[in-house]
C-alpha cells in the first residue's frame, strides 16, 4: 500500500564547503525545501523545520577495578522555521505537491562534521507536520555534512628532514606536499647513505600513526589515543646507498582513517613514521623518523574550484503542481543562540 501523504526534505546540496580556517572562512549558506506529497486532501495542524548542530566527546577510564566514564556536549546550533502556524482545526491542503523553501547561514567558525568512536560533531534538519486526531504525524531527517577545505599555501607546503643518525647513516627525506587525500599516494623520496661499511640498508617500511584527543575544557581533562596503521614495506637487495621514491597510498575510505580535525571537543593528527631496517654483520638497527602529514576531507583538485555563485535569498513557499496554495510562513531574522554547555565527568 503506497502512502497517501509524503514528508521529505531537498536540499540544493547535502554537502556545505567552509573554505579556509574558522578565524578566516566566510562560512557557507545551506538552502533547501520542505516538499508535502499529498494524493489526496489532507488536514495538517502545524508544519515546523529545525536545524539541530551538536557536539560530544565520550571516553572511559579503569582504575584498578572500576571503570568512570567522561563525557561532554555541545549544542551549535538550535534553529526553528515554523512553515505552517499551529492550527486546532487544522489547514485543509488539496491534493498536489507542495514546497517551503529555506536557507540558513552557517557560519565558517563552526566545527565540520566528523564521526570517530569517541565523538560526533553532527547537524540534522529535522521536518515535523502534525496531522489531525488519531491521525499519525509526518517527520523527516536529513544530516547536513559540513567539511572545511584548508588554503593551497597549506596543501602546497612541502616537508624536508636531513641529519645523521649515530654517525651509522646520513638520511635526507623530502616530501613535496604536506596534505593529502584518501586513497592518494605520498610521494616518499628517501636517500639514505651507509657511512660504516658494514651497515647495509635492507628495508623501509611506513606507518600512519593518528592520534585523537579528547578534551573536556572546563575541567582541563583530556585523552589521547594512537591508531597505527602499516602502509607498505620496501625490501631492496642489501646497499650501503639508497636513492629511491615510494608512494605511500592513503587509505580509500573514511572508515580506518579520519581527516585532520580540530575543534573545542575533538582533535585528530597524522604522523608518517618511516622505519628504515639497517643490517650490521649480525645485528639489525632501526632508523625511525617522523614526518607530520594532513589528510583532507578531499582530494588535491577539488580545493581549486571555484566557489559556487550566491543567490540573493528567498523566504517565499512554493505549490509545485497544485494552485490551491498553504498558507505562507513568514519571512524570518536569523537568529543566534550561545553554546550551551553540559559536562559530566566522574572519577
Known amino acids: 500500500m503506497h502512502a497517501t501523504t509524503i514528508l521529505d526534505i531537498q536540499l540544493e546540496s547535502d554537502t556545505l564547503i567552509f573554505n579556509g580556517s574558522p578565524s578566516e572562512s566566510a562560512g557557507a ?3 533547501g525545501k520542505v516538499v508535502l506529497r499529498l494524493k489526496e486532501p489532507t488536514k495538517l495542524r502545524s508544519l515546523t523545520l529545525c536545524l539541530k548542530g551538536r557536539a560530544k566527546t565520550t571516553w572511559t577510564e579503569s582504575y584498578g577495578t572500576k571503570a568512570f566514564a ?5 549544542k551549535l546550533i538550535d534553529h526553528e522555521w515554523v512553515l505552517l502556524e499551529p492550527k486546532k482545526e487544522g489547514h485543509l491542503f488539496p491534493a498536489g505537491e507542495y514546497a517551503y523553501i529555506f536557507e540558513y547561514a552557517f557560519p565558517g567558525s563552526l566545527p565540520e562534521t566528523i564521526h570517530i568512536d569517541s565523538g560526533k560533531v553532527e547537524y540534522c534538519l529535522q521536518a515535523f507536520a502534525e496531522r489531525s486526531f488519531l491521525q499519525r504525524n509526518l517527520t523527516c531527517e536529513k544530516e547536513v555534512v559540513v567539511k572545511r577545505y584548508t588554503t593551497s599555501n597549506e596543501i602546497n607546503e612541502s616537508t624536508d628532514l636531513s641529519d645523521v643518525w649515530e654517525d651509522k647513516v646520513r638520511y635526507d ?4 606536499m ?6 592518494e599516494s605520498i610521494p616518499l623520496n628517501i636517500k639514505v647513505t651507509s657511512l660504516m661499511e658494514q ?17 573536556i575544557p572546563e575541567i582541563n581533562k583530556f585523552n589521547v589515543d594512537h591508531n597505527w596503521l602499516r602502509l607498505c614495506s620496501e625490501k631492496f637487495t642489501p646497499t650501503t646507498r639508497l636513492d629511491t621514491t615510494i608512494n605511500v597510498q592513503i587509505p580509500t575510505n573514511s572508515k580506518s582513517v579520519h581527516i585532520d580535525y580540530h575543534s573545542e571537543l575533538i582533535r585528530i ?7 628504515v631496517e ?7 638497527d632501526f ?6 602529514i594532513c589528510i583532507l576531507p578531499a582530494a588535491h583538485d577539488e580545493f581549486f574550484q571555484d566557489l559556487p555563485s550566491y543567490y540573493p535569498p528567498c523566504y517565499e513557499y512554493a505549490v509545485v503542481t497544485n494552485n490551491n496554495n498553504p498558507p505562507p510562513y513568514p519571512a524570518q531574522e536569523m537568529i543566534t543562540y550561545p553554546v550551551k554547555y553540559d559536562v559530566q565527568c566522574s572519577r
Open 199 to 215: 651497515a647495509h640498508i635492507k628495508r623501509v617500511v611506513c606507518f600512519l600513526k593518528e592520534s585523537v584527543t579528547n578534551r
Open 269 to 275: 593528527r597524522h604522523t608518517l613514521q618511516v622505519k
Open 29 to 31: 549558506l545551506l538552502r
Open 278 to 284: 639497517i643490517e650490521r654483520t649480525s645485528i639489525t
Open 70 to 74: 567522561n563525557y561532554a556536549k555541545r
Open 178 to 183: 604536506k596534505c593529502f587525500g584518501f586513497g
Open 173 to 176: 627525506v623530502h616530501v613535496p
Open 287 to 292: 632508523l625511525i623518523f617522523d614526518l607530520p
